[in-house]
């Protein structure tokens, strides 16, 4: 079976990358005409402004066109209508000439192509060629540069075999010299042309394990030669063309095995071309390096589980300095290849728009400019940290010559399931590396490029004596609940989204769960506090990154500031920015503003609540009935106050005199982090190498034994050094 990941992934690759520059598109009999022979002019529209679309991008493209024949065929047969007496119809009718219908039919073609693209203001260019051209190397050198003249001025060349003055005895049954249709032509032209994509349009979806008229066959997404030379079974021909399917594998192949990617797919969808360019899982793709990504069967989730595993077993008996230089060139490969992850990542934010997705969910998408480096650098950090495995915690001399050691250990295998944010990703996989963890990861749909690309790099820059199969990435939704039940291979699970996914996840799965479900993190100013001070932590905390699970998403005043004048200057600030301000019942009636429809609301956006509370312990009481034990702050002068709000806040992350967003494993220096936990049991807020290890015991003796506690004299001395 082939995996999703690895079609996108090459298609992607190689329809947005920058040197993916030259697109020879073969269109077929059948798409250009309809069934009664006319042209089929919607479709040969909705091509052209593909073409169109492609030529404004900067993509150089190469036309190959059937089809003259068939039209100057109906043409012909119509003239000889017109021009023939009733008695000479009531003869039998001799089939025309073919060269004829293609002298015709070249030039009809041509001029309809023409006017086509000249109102996309589009220029094109008609070159008609023979077999035996290209038994010269001077046409063949000409050729080349004629293109390549044509290409440099944004001309659409448009080929076609010259089948009026062709020395073959007959267009549809002569299959001699050294290209016999337009679909040989066509990867003829591919390679003579060095083009990095051949696209042969056709009027079925691809290829199929059997005649497409069957409802037993079935689309083959990714052709591999080993596979479905042998089983492949082919129905009637092209019912206008020369060849049909048979002669468009054979040409596919053929180029496919030259070095250059084909794409087999219909020429009736008006969108396909573009579908290609955006790496939408469409048609038949044929590469030299398919039969790499053939499986025998399909890895189940268990299978996946147990490989992650099994690999983590062999990162942990690495040394420290191989473990640390896994980690180096995975920092490297992301900055190498920041270019083509931006690529990809762009395209998931302009599909989440299109798609009408929240803006804090495209937000969190969205790799803002400087991101790849920032993230490679807080894995050059991770991996100039302290070595976390195998590390010392305690020694112990149970007796003389027994020595007890508790040692830090990774946990085994993680499964981390998280929305939107790809970044998210990068952070998780480098902190498993790290901690000698097995990693499973399951990304949300709408980051599917993005996780992809970044799955691909992370994975290529893991040495083999560990194993890709270290990081594996889920890419179908029904593995989920499979994932989650696998409680004696999968040993944590840190889901990273919304609160929805938290607890769906909680309830569904005997695995521990670390993570929190929602992060509605308060502010509160106190009477004491300066008020220069709390407008910069409020404006930071909730303007910095409104999308971010430590964003304040309700501001607690004290009541004196309303009299003070505090009250307004804050409220004033935050309107300024542009944030959108609810209220509990004191703040309605005192600002005028809208009620807030609960005080547990994660805004994820430019919006907060306010309330106007009477004193700390009010404030504290408020936090503790309607946060969610995240990160809550408190602006105060007042150290006694301070204190207070400190000691008696039940959240993972509290906070004096400084913004929320400090809440976050690089600010505090882990160099990364899966995810920040609520929970109060193994992990608490930010978990970074640290929450991601658990403990063994090491006994070192020299042949003691129990014998019912007679067989040594205990010490318990504590030797820890």
Not at 107 to 118: I, Q, V
Not at 631 to 657: G, K, M, P, W
Request: proline share 3%.
């Amino acid at each position: 079976m082939i995996s999703d990941c690895c079609f996108h992934f090459f298609i992607k690759r190689f329809a947005l990358f920058a040197y993916f520059e030259i697109w020879l598109l073969k269109v077929g009999t059948a798409v250009v005409t309809r069934a009664d022979g006319r042209l089929a002019l919607g479709r040969l529209g909705a091509l052209c402004e593909q073409i169109k679309d492609l030529n404004s991008l900067g993509y150089e493209v190469i036309v190959v066109t059937s089809g003259a024949v068939g039209l100057g065929r109906q043409r012909l047969k119509y003239r000889r209508f017109v021009n023939s007496s009733f008695s000479d119809l009531q003869k039998p009718q001799v089939d025309l000439d073919g060269k004829a219908c293609a002298a015709v039919g070249q030039n009809s073609l041509m001029a309809l192509y023409d006017t086509l693209f000249s109102q996309l203001d589009v220029t094109s260019a008609q070159l008609l060629v023979t077999d035996r051209d290209f038994k010269n190397k001077d046409f063949r050198k000409q050729l080349d540069e004629t293109v390549q003249s044509l290409l440099a001025l944004r001309v659409i060349p448009i080929f076609n075999e010259n089948d009026a003055v062709s020395t073959r005895k007959a267009p549809y049954e002569d299959s001699s010299g050294i290209f016999w249709d337009n679909d040989s032509l066509a990867a003829l032209l591919a390679l003579e042309l060095k083009a990095d994509l051949l696209v042969l349009l056709s009027d079925v979806e691809g290829l199929y394990s059997g005649p497409p008229s069957d409802p037993r066959s079935k689309l083959i997404h990714t052709y591999i030669k080993e596979i479905h030379q042998s089983e492949i079974t082919f129905g009637d021909k092209s019912r206008v063309g020369r060849g049909g399917m048979t002669a468009k594998v054979k040409a596919a192949v053929n180029a496919a095995y030259a070095g250059i990617p084909v794409v087999i797919t219909s020429g009736y969808a008006p969108e396909n071309i573009i579908k290609v360019l955006q790496g939408e899982r469409v048609g038949t793709l044929f590469h030299q390096d398919a039969h790499l990504w053939a499986q025998d069967k399909e890895v189940s989730a268990r299978e996946m589980a147990v490989a992650a595993r099994e690999s983590s077993r062999r990162l942990q008996a690495l040394s420290s300095q191989d473990r640390k230089k896994i980690l180096l060139d995975v920092a490297d490969a992301l900055e190498a290849n920041e270019k083509l992850i931006n690529i990809e990542n762009e395209a998931d934010v302009v599909a989440a728009q299109e798609a009408g997705l929240e803006k804090s969910l495209i937000s969190r998408l969205a790799l803002k400019p400087g991101k790849i480096k920032s993230l490679a650098n807080s894995i050059r950090v991770l991996a100039n940290m302290d070595d976390p495995i195998g590390c010392i915690l305690k020694r112990i001399e149970l007796a003389d010559g027994l020595i007890l050691e508790k040692t830090s250990s990774p946990l085994g295998v993680l499964l981390i399931i998280f929305e939107s944010r790809p970044d998210a990703l990068v952070q998780i996989a480098s902190l498993a590396v790290r901690s000698g963890n097995g990693l499973l990861l399951k990304g949300g749909k709408e980051a599917k490029r993005s996780n992809a690309i970044l799955h691909k790099v992370i994975t290529t820059a893991i040495p083999d004596t560990v194993g890709g199969k270290l990081i594996g990435l889920v890419t179908s939704r029904d593995e989920i609940p499979d994932l989650l039940k696998l409680d004696d291979v999968i040993d944590l699970v840190i889901p990273r989204g919304s609160s929805k996914l938290v607890s769906k996840i909680k309830s569904s799965t005997k695995i521990p769960v670390l993570g929190h479900a929602d992060g509605i993190c308060h502010v509160y100013v106190d009477k004491s506090a300066n008020i220069e001070m709390a407008k910069r932590v409020v404006l930071d905390a909730k303007v910095d990154y409104p999308a971010a699970c430590n964003a304040m998403e309700t501001l607690l005043v004290h009541q004196d500031l309303v009299h003070s004048g505090g009250l307004n200057e804050l409220i004033a600030d935050l309107l300024t920015e542009g944030v959108t301000l609810f209220g509990g019942q004191r703040a309605c009636k005192e600002l005028n503003i809208p009620e807030a429809p609960t005080f547990h609301h994660e805004y994820n956006s430019m919006a907060c609540t306010v309330e106007i509370v009477d004193d700390e312990h009010a404030a504290i009481d408020h936090i503790h009935q309607h946060g969610s034990a995240h990160t809550d702050c408190i602006v105060a002068e007042d150290h006694d106050v301070a204190e207070v709000f400190l000691r008696q806040v039940d959240s993972a992350a509290v906070f004096h005199n400084a913004s929320t967003r400090f809440c976050d494993g690089a600010r505090f220096g882990l160099g990364a982090e899966v995810g920040i936990s609520t929970s109060r049991i193994h992990a608490r807020g930010p978990v970074g190498v640290e929450g991601l290890l658990t403990t063994r015991w090491i006994l070192r003796g020299c042949g003691q034994v129990v014998n019912a506690d007679q067989g040594v004299i205990y010490t318990h001395k504590d030797i820890t050094m």
